[in-house]
């Protein structure tokens, strides 16, 4: 049975930890641990905010997804390293992203992404502006599909005609 007071200090810690933002049982847990807790005090105060909802890791999902399109214009695989790094479930993490990308349908925000993006790669050569903005998606987080289209579409907008390397 775990000291009342090392418990009572562990939930106060953890209450004002989430009281910034939502987390994650695995972040909360590395939390405690890191204030170094025993494990059981740890393990009762995470089942104490898990009773309370507290820690909800279906909503965390979806809020911080949410957050990442909404705020950083992020694809699919972006959000699905950061939320399986922060320990949510495969599962969970389908359900959310599923949800979440039929609302804000990525080849969209990769749209969005490239429109920006374009603006500051004015006065590149054509095979060099789409080399750095196929980059930039990538490193947003978008998949090589919707990567090929938008820089098809971007390049055709950007007032660029289709053209392979070897073609006059």
Known sequence: MPDREALK???SQALKHLS??????????????????????????????VNLNYINDPRFAMEWGRSRIERKKFGKERVRQELFAKGIA??????ALDTLYDANPEKE????????KLASLHGLEPEKRS?????????????ADIIYETLKISVTNSGQRDAGPNEP
């Open 109 to 116: 925000l990769a749209l969005a992404c490239a429109s920006k």
């Open 20 to 49: 910034y933002r939502d987390r994650s049982k695995r972040e909360l847990t590395q939390y405690l641990e890191k204030k170094e807790h025993a494990p059981a005090v740890i393990e009762k105060t995470i089942q104490y905010l």
């Open 90 to 95: 495969p599962d969970i993490i389908n359900v």
């Open 131 to 143: 080399r750095r903005l196929a980059h930039y998606l990538q490193r947003r987080g978008f998949s």
């Open 9 to 11: 200090t562990a939930k």
